[in-house]
């Protein structure tokens, strides 16, 4: 099956920095979605890309559909203390309806 | 408001006691999901949904079994759960967008413990 590589693994990070983090694949998508997770709750999506080279922002936030269609990146611009949490990469490839996860990155952000 | 709703949010249960997790939606979504997240493995799908009465497995749907008699449900069924299943589960619903697109929405997740 597919497989999706997201690193870091984790982050700590003071608040005011710019935070990067990445997930490819193996496989081409033709879907790239980044989610964000808090303690206790579900997933929320955060962005959504459709199109090889696609950059999106969304506040802080921005993420890009890499040319390849096997990469994605998300970046988080001037951190603040409630960026904490899981962020998770999920793509969905050609002519499929099912999602593959990434297995997260956890954002640490110290005052 | 636009939401997944699922109960109950924690169940601590016996290895055997056949047991329910429910799962609803008000946005009209054709597809219906239901996941699993374990620390290291992180979220993997177990079954899911394309429109009613439309059901397929996912990548870990050993033990689970799902129904989707209305649109807005889809209910998580263990007939005979196992300590293995104990776990964190989610559901989500999507709408389906052009070229077979999905934007998934999840639920806020419900503990299992299985003793």
């Known amino acids: 099956g597919q497989q999706l590589n997201q690193s870091p693994q984790s982050m700590f990070i003071q608040e005011g920095e710019d935070v990067s983090m990445n997930c490819t694949s193996s496989?081409?998508?033709?879907?790239w979605l980044w989610y964000k997770q808090d303690p206790g709750e579900g997933p929320v999506l955060l962005i959504a890309?459709?199109?090889?080279?696609e950059l999106t922002s969304n506040g802080r936030l921005t993420a890009q559909f890499g040319i390849t269609r096997k990469d994605s990146f998300l970046n988080i611009s001037a951190s603040i203390p409630s960026d904490v949490g899981i962020y998770f990469c999920?793509?969905?490839?050609?002519?499929?309806?099912?999602?593959?996860f990434g297995e997260g990155t956890q954002l640490t952000v110290n005052p | 408001e636009a939401q997944v709703t699922q109960n109950p949010r924690y169940l601590i249960t016996v290895t055997g006691k056949k047991l329910t997790v429910t799962c609803s939606q008000n946005?009209?979504?054709?597809?219906m999901s239901w996941y699993r997240q374990d620390p290291g493995l992180g979220l993997r799908q177990i079954y899911y949904?394309?429109?009613?009465?439309?059901?397929d497995k996912g990548d870990v749907p050993e033990g689970y079994k799902v129904s989707r008699k209305e649109k807005r449900n889809f209910p998580l069924i263990l007939e005979s759960p196992s300590p293995n299943q104990t776990s964190l589960y989610f559901c989500a619903s999507s709408l389906r967008l052009r070229d077979l697109r999905y934007e998934q929405y999840f639920g806020p997740g419900t503990r299992l413990t299985v003793t």
């Open positions: 890309l459709y199109k090889a080279g």
């Open positions: 949904s394309m429109n009613v009465e439309v059901t």
């Open positions: 999920a793509g969905q490839g050609p002519l499929s309806s099912r999602l593959t």
């Open positions: 496989s081409i998508f033709n879907t």
């Open positions: 946005m009209n979504h054709e597809y």
